[in-house]
């Protein structure tokens, strides 16, 4: 059915032209036709939202809101909530590394992959929160409108909306009967089909179902299996009841589905500048062995570059590490392989599997205490799992393993990875998630000087994951390691013969935790209108946010401490071991963070002589984020010990102005804002010894926003927003792991066991090189010299007889290491972790200074049919994807060109749209996020869906 929408021929003022923009036929089901939307001549349309939590014309918002009703959104093909940085100023989107997103307003969104941490942008469905969904995967259908709300909306959205706040909110049931289906055929062999049928079962019941169903080839090409990888296989489906038996109640009780189960690629590209290690070392040459673990796989640079399409060094990775020291390779198994320059071709041993399943349960109920005075309960569960299983390497290697004496014909086998003579590694990533929310609202609508809004809301949230790596070069040292049980003082690590794994094997990476939040929070909000011409609004939330983790210790290579030998555990069996299996117990960790949020607005709209109307708005609020936990590290990684378990939470102070005007007859609407932000302890992420990161920097954001929509003569209209936004960072000096040294001639890295990285004298080190390798002259030390695995003992502090940890006169962080078997028994050693980057007068990430809009349409007669041809382009300037704002990190600017022509039938209730996106086919990196350095620090790089072309033919009953 339609959305609510009234026409003037003299249009008031409205927060968001986007609202204006042409009412295209879609599959919305809307009751207005093409035909009687052309007939209003110049009169653009009105829209009523909800984006201050009750109805309200657009234009009597004083919020930076834009909205769409599902007509807009099928004429600009923004089909997901991906596409809406196309239209909406200063807004920014894209895929993050673990199937996550990056949805930032304002240079506010969240750079984030650990699960306690949450977005900044705050995604609601009908007003109801999640903070765990699929909501970067899903498609819009049977969408009565979408709101996106800019700047902190803490008072009426609560926690998490320090950004903003997007609403999806979705067609209900009507007492019509009717209905629509859509037929859509593209490109990449893509069908999509959706519908919708409303159902009146009486005078006061009614059903409205929906659905849709969506498959698709890839748009990727996997060059290692020579499949089209990142193809579409998703269902969802939509189930609303109505039950209005009277004025007083309005019960609607929603069941909603989404299920996919396809190729989806998690990652991007990766993107690598090669770093072979050094030949030499202070004149001392390195083996071919010690290179790879003085390598950290890829080194810094542009990634817009030849050399940006290199291959990582495989023995700098967490599989390859070990596999030159027992003979199975000879170093790089990558040496000499580059990659296809396309950034939509990728190379991997497998294709990706990605699985996502949720249901989302809701219940909506509103009872009207008296004519003036109405009370909301708003419930909602929402379950969801999913599965992610992606290539770990990225590259497939030409070079083979050496046979040795353990592996003969040179193939290792790996349960979980089956038999290989090369180097294979994948990831594998299950999630489960559940949340329960409960609000209650009340809220009047006395029609005068006086209006309020009180309410609370309680929210449970737990979050169940457990992210693998696996690897033959992991599983082949463990059996290496298993043939030696038995010897004094060394023990078999347990092999998981499991597939897929079940968490009990040491010989594979396993980072898993339980995390549960509870929110609980009071609010209200007044609205005074002092004169005809001046309203005021005030709005205060109290909340309290309580989190707990059970982080399980990373046990890779972790031995056994008691007896019994398990199955699958070595060839050897030894009477100190007890199965070492499993995760070890988790601890539980709890932080409470209690906050008080809100907004002041005032209102004006004075008579101008030269408008039709004119709103001018300012207006204070104030955001907040809670702080949340860092995903457990690996306890055999040597900076272990300085990663804090919890990170702190953000808040900001946004300062708004805005004015809104109607002009030239209802013809003009054009709309300024501008904005500067105070931000403190904004949360940014990386990954650090495998493990989620998260450091908070402090920063200041100031804005501008234009907003218009032109209609000169009947049926042909022009809309244009443009954005400008100055980020900078005020202070902080954070650690780049792909740059530890900053350039400093003393200092060179290292590699761990763990396949992290660590820094050390440059000086130092050559020593200690030539003594292990027996160069010529070099003293000879026993247990050091020929030793193969001397160098994995620096960054755990093994090596403080050397001096390769005095850092006198360097500015370098240290982590405290505790030696064992060191000189001094039990002592500590600082290891250097990396110099330091000072972040003050950085830019924000992913906040590009420059967005601009810019869509054209017009429509004629047809003999009996209505054709309207629309074009959209979106332009960005340039970004950087992290706050070090390195080369690295440089995102360039991008434009995007759409087109529609819609052939529209009213008196059939057809239409036909033809439809291209991307037509130019561009192919811009979008977002890069940096690996792990146990992945060799590869940097991941996001792109644009490539041209995609299409017609859809919708049937209206």
Not at 169 to 192: C, F, H, K
Not at 724 to 745: H, S
Request: overall charge neutral; proline content about 6%; glycine content about 10%.
């Amino acid at each position: 059915m339609s959305p609510s929408r009234r026409r003037r021929p003299l249009i008031a003022s409205a927060v968001t032209v986007a609202s204006f923009a042409a009412a295209a036929p879609a599959p919305a089901g809307a009751a207005e036709t093409p035909a009687a939307a052309a007939t209003a001549a110049h009169a653009l349309e009105e829209l009523v939202v909800t984006a201050e939590r009750r109805k309200a014309a657009i234009e009597n918002v004083p919020l930076a809101v834009s909205a769409f009703t599902g007509d807009q959104l099928a004429a600009s093909r923004l089909d997901g909530p991906r596409d809406l940085l196309l239209a909406v100023p200063n807004m920014n989107f894209s895929r993050s590394f673990f199937g996550g997103y990056n949805m930032s307003i304002r240079g506010i969104g969240s750079k984030f992959v650990g699960l306690s941490g949450e977005y900044g942008v705050s995604i609601h469905e009908n007003a109801t929160p999640f903070t765990y969904s699929h909501i970067a995967d899903a498609e819009f259908f049977d969408v009565e409108r979408v709101e996106v709300l800019r700047g902190p909306q803490g008072a009426l959205y609560g926690r998490n909306a320090t950004g903003g706040t997007l609403d999806v909110i979705t067609a209900r049931p009507t007492d019509q009967l009717g209905g629509w289906a859509t037929a859509e055929y593209g490109n990449y062999d893509s069908v999509r089909l959706s519908g919708a049928l409303n159902l009146p079962l009486n005078d006061m019941l009614s059903v409205r179902i929906a659905g849709i169903r969506l498959k698709r080839d890839g748009f990727f090409t996997n060059t290692g299996t020579g499949d089209a990888v990142d193809g579409r296989d998703i269902g969802a489906s939509r189930i609303t009841v109505r039950l209005h038996p009277n004025q007083a109640l309005d019960l609607n009780v929603m069941v909603e589905t989404f299920d996919e189960s396809d190729s989806r690629s998690r990652v991007g590209k990766p993107l690598c500048i090669k770093d072979p290690g050094p030949s030499s070392l202070n004149g001392v040459a390195v083996s071919a062995a010690n290179r790879g673990l003085l390598s950290q796989g890829c080194l810094p640079g542009s990634r817009y570059g030849n050399a940006a399409f290199g291959t990582v060094n495989s023995s700098a990775t967490l599989g390859g590490i070990f596999l030159p020291l027992f003979g199975l390779t000879q170093g790089d198994l990558l040496t000499g392989q580059t990659q296809d320059h396309d950034l939509r071709h990728i190379q991997s041993v497998a294709d990706p599997i990605y699985q996502a399943h949720s249901r989302f349960y809701q219940i909506d109920a509103r009872f009207a205490l008296t004519p003036r005075l109405n009370l909301e309960s708003l419930t909602g569960f929402n379950y969801d799992h999913g599965l992610s299983v992606q290539d770990y390497l990225r590259a497939v290697p030409r070079l083979t393993f050496t046979p040795t004496r353990m592996f003969p014909d040179g193939v290792v086998a790996d349960p979980q990875l089956g038999a290989s003579n090369t180097l294979r590694s994948s990831d594998y990533y299950p999630t489960q998630a559940k949340e329960f929310t409960q609000e209650v609202r009340l809220y009047s609508d006395f029609g005068g000087a006086f209006d309020f809004s009180l309410g609370a809301l309680h929210r449970n949230f737990q979050v169940r994951s457990e992210y693998f790596v696996l690897s033959n070069g992991l599983t082949a040292f463990a059996q290496f390691r298993d043939t030696l049980a038995g010897f004094p003082g060394v023990f078999p690590i347990y092999i998981d013969p499991n597939t897929p794994p079940d968490g009990s094997g040491h010989a594979y990476f396993d980072n898993a935790a339980l995390n549960r939040a509870q929110s609980d929070s009071i609010f209200g909000e007044a609205y005074w209108r002092a004169t005809s011409s001046l309203k005021l609004t005030l709005g205060l939330r109290a909340s309290r946010d309580h989190k707990e983790s059970e982080p399980n210790p990373v046990t890779l290579f972790a031995p056994a401490t008691l007896a019994a030998a398990p199955p699958a555990s070595g060839q050897r069996a030894n009477p100190a071991f007890n199965g070492g299996r499993g995760l070890p117990p988790a601890p539980l960790l709890e932080r409470d963070d209690d906050s008080t949020t809100g907004r002041a607005i005032v209102e004006w709209t004075p008579k101008l002589g030269f408008t039709d109307r004119t709103m001018v708005y300012a207006s204070y609020s104030h955001g907040f984020k809670p702080g949340g936990f860092n995903t457990p590290c690996d306890l055999q990684s040597p900076g272990c010990g300085s990663i804090s378990p919890t990170y702190a939470p953000e808040t900001v102070d946004a300062y708004e102005i805005g004015t809104r005007n109607v002009l030239a007859h209802g013809r003009l609407v054009l709309n300024l804002t501008a904005f500067h932000y105070d931000y403190g302890g904004y949360q940014v992420a990386a990954i650090i010894n495998k493990s989620s990161v998260a450091q908070n920097v402090d920063a200041a954001i100031d804005g501008l926003e234009l907003e218009s929509v032109w209609e000169p003569v009947e049926r042909l209209r022009f809309n244009l927003s443009v954005g400008w936004l100055k980020t900078r960072i005020r202070g902080g000096a954070v650690l780049d792991t792909l740059d530890r040294t900053q350039g400093d001639p003393r200092l060179s890295i290292v590699k761990a066991q763990d396949g992290s990285n660590c820094v050390v004298d440059r000086a130092a080190l050559a020593g200690l090189l030539a003594i292990q390798q027996g160069q010529p002259g070099a003293r000879t030390v026993a247990g050091v010299t020929g030793n193969p695995l001397t160098l994995l003992g620096v960054c755990s502090g093994l090596a403080a007889a050397y001096g390769l940890y005095d850092y006198a006169g360097m500015n370098v962080l240290t982590a405290p290491v505790a030696v064992d078997n060191s000189p001094l028994p039990n002592s500590v050693v600082q290891v250097g972790q990396g110099v330091p980057v000072s972040l003050r007068g950085h830019r924000l990430p992913n906040a590009p200074e420059w967005t601009l809009a810019f869509g054209a349409e017009y429509g004629w007669d047809l003999w009996d049919w209505l054709a309207t041809l629309r074009g959209d382009y979106y332009r960005q300037g340039g970004s950087y994807a992290r706050i070090f704002n390195s080369a690295t990190d440089k995102l360039r600017g991008y434009g995007v060109l759409n087109a529609t022509l819609t052939l529209a039938s009213p008196r059939r209730d057809f239409d036909v749209r033809l439809f291209v996106k991307n037509l130019t086919d561009a192919t811009p990196i979008t977002d890069l996020y940096l690996s792990d350095d146990s992945s060799g620090l590869m940097t991941n790089a996001f792109t644009l869906e490539p041209r995609t072309w299409g017609v859809a033919v919708t049937k209206r009953f």
